[in-house]
């Protein structure tokens, strides 16, 4: 299933890095970037994680709250926040349910992984449509974050 911009973003439940649940319905009334990186502490990863949070002015100056989700336990995701000093929202789709469902899920990653999310950003408007999406194929590009704001900034 591809998502696509007009469609209702796909409500999850997750655990965050201090082991809460959390729902994309919990940011209603306030404009959502979602991201679904591969794994913590790869190189990629790593870079896309810490451009947001070096950039994290422009996000909320657009009024924009960013959730960023992967496969990795809540455990890898805390290290991982605390590490990069990561100043937003890390949720674990370890279980693998809201990764199928955006339609972002690797069916093999590199050496036999299985089940990994695919590397992309979503924008998700106040009343919880889809207003932006970018699914990349390739895990070794990153999104088009340029495209991300200027869609935030149209929602303005």
Same mark, same amino acid.
């Given at each position: 299933? &591809?998502?696509?911009?007009? !469609?209702? #973003?796909?409500?999850? *439940?997750?655990?965050? /890095?201090? &082991?809460?649940?959390?729902?994309?319905? =919990?940011?209603?009334?306030?404009?959502?970037? *979602?991201?679904?990186?591969?794994?913590?502490?790869?190189? *990629?990863?790593?870079?896309?994680?810490?451009?947001?949070?070096? =950039?994290? #002015?422009?996000?909320? !100056?657009?009024?924009?709250?960013?959730?960023?989700?992967?496969?990795?336990?809540?455990? /890898?995701?805390?290290?991982? &926040?605390?590490d990069q000093s990561l100043n937003f929202p890390l949720l674990s789709d370890f279980n693998k349910t809201a990764t199928?469902?955006?339609?972002?899920?690797?069916?093999?990653?590199?050496?036999?992984? &299985?089940?990994?999310?695919?590397?992309?950003?979503?924008?998700?408007?106040?009343?919880?449509?889809?207003?932006?999406?970018?699914?990349? =194929?390739?895990?070794?590009?990153?999104? =088009?974050? #340029?495209?991300?704001?200027? /869609?935030? #900034?149209?929602?303005?």
């Amino acid at each position: 299933m &591809k998502l696509q911009p007009g !469609q209702p #973003a796909p409500d999850f *439940v997750l655990i965050n /890095t201090d &082991k809460k649940e959390v729902r994309l319905s =919990d940011y209603r009334g306030q404009n959502v970037v *979602v991201l679904f990186f591969p794994m913590a502490f790869t190189g *990629v990863c790593t870079a896309e994680m810490c451009a947001m949070r070096d =950039d994290i #002015a422009a996000y909320q !100056q657009l009024k924009a709250q960013i959730l960023a989700i992967s496969v990795d336990s809540p455990y /890898t995701l805390n290290k991982f &926040k605390e590490d990069q000093s990561l100043n937003f929202p890390l949720l674990s789709d370890f279980n693998k349910t809201a990764t199928p469902e955006w339609g972002v899920m690797y069916e093999t990653f590199g050496p036999g992984l &299985k089940g990994v999310s695919k590397r992309s950003a979503f924008v998700v408007d106040k009343e919880g449509i889809l207003r932006y999406a970018e699914v990349l =194929d390739n895990a070794g590009e990153l999104p =088009d974050f #340029a495209s991300v704001r200027a /869609t935030l #900034a149209s929602l303005a």
